[in-house]
């Protein structure tokens, strides 16, 4: 089974700087099977990004990622108020389907 | 656009079976998606169980295979949930969401029930 270690754990950051979260997997991961989602309290996760680098519908182009083998980010340009959140990367392995979420990272107010 | 709605019990006793509904509005639940559950105990991340098609082939976590049933009732466009011997490590919030087309992602989430396993 795949591992995803995300880091740091937290991150304190101000509105307006830019955010950048690591994703390392243990073993390759193809990017198109590398996705990231946004949870803020009391919510569902919700999809940012899949294929490592696209964005899903209707999420501001402020967010982007990257990456590819073992080692994924994603950043965040001109943090807004509402980006302050806990963000989990997510992984896919076909034989047999199994999906694996890092731990998360919580991107807080400083 | 796709609305998904989980129900069920919030409070299973220990070695009971945990069992939930997700009833899905806006969108066929026969139409050409995976149907999936995901956990999250309090405080802590996101885990996997499982998904199901619309024509009732499956696919679990193998760390939960052994306990889990999912099943599709398309007359109703709703899949549901039965986790059998459950302990207080099973206490979490369930969502159910739809696996994405042509990318294993989850583009569509419920808002999530807590279910709490205690006596």
């Known amino acids: 089974e795949i591992v995803l270690t995300q880091s740091p754990g937290t991150l304190s950051l101000s509105p307006g700087e830019r955010a950048t979260l690591s994703c390392r997997a243990s073993q390759s991961v193809s990017s198109s099977y590398l996705a990231w989602y946004q949870q803020k309290p009391g919510q569902a996760p919700r999809l940012l990004i899949y294929g490592a680098s696209s964005r899903a519908t209707g999420i501001p182009d402020r967010f982007s990622g990257s990456g590819s083998g073992t080692d994924f980010t994603l950043t965040i340009s001109g943090l807004e108020p509402e980006d302050f959140a806990v963000y989990y990367c997510q992984q896919y392995g076909s034989s047999p389907p199994m999906y694996t979420f890092g731990q998360g990272t919580k991107l807080e107010i400083k | 656009q796709a609305q998904l709605q989980e129900s069920g019990p919030g409070l299973v006793k220990p070695s009971d079976t945990l069992s939930l509904t997700c009833a899905v509005s806006g969108y066929s639940i026969s139409s050409s998606n995976y149907w999936g559950w995901i956990r999250q105990p309090p405080g802590k991340g996101l885990e996997w169980i499982g998904y199901?098609?619309?024509?009732?082939?499956?696919y679990y976590n193998p760390s939960l295979k052994s306990r889990v049933t999912m099943s599709v009732d398309t007359s109703k466009n709703q899949f549901s949930l039965k986790l059998s011997s459950v302990t207080a490590v099973d206490t979490a919030v369930y969502y159910c969401?739809?696996?994405?087309?042509?990318?294993?992602?989850?583009?569509?989430w419920g808002q999530g029930t807590l279910v709490t396993v205690s006596s």
């Open positions: 199901i098609y619309y024509s009732g082939s499956t």
């Open positions: 969401a739809r696996k994405g087309s042509g990318y294993p992602i989850f583009d569509y």
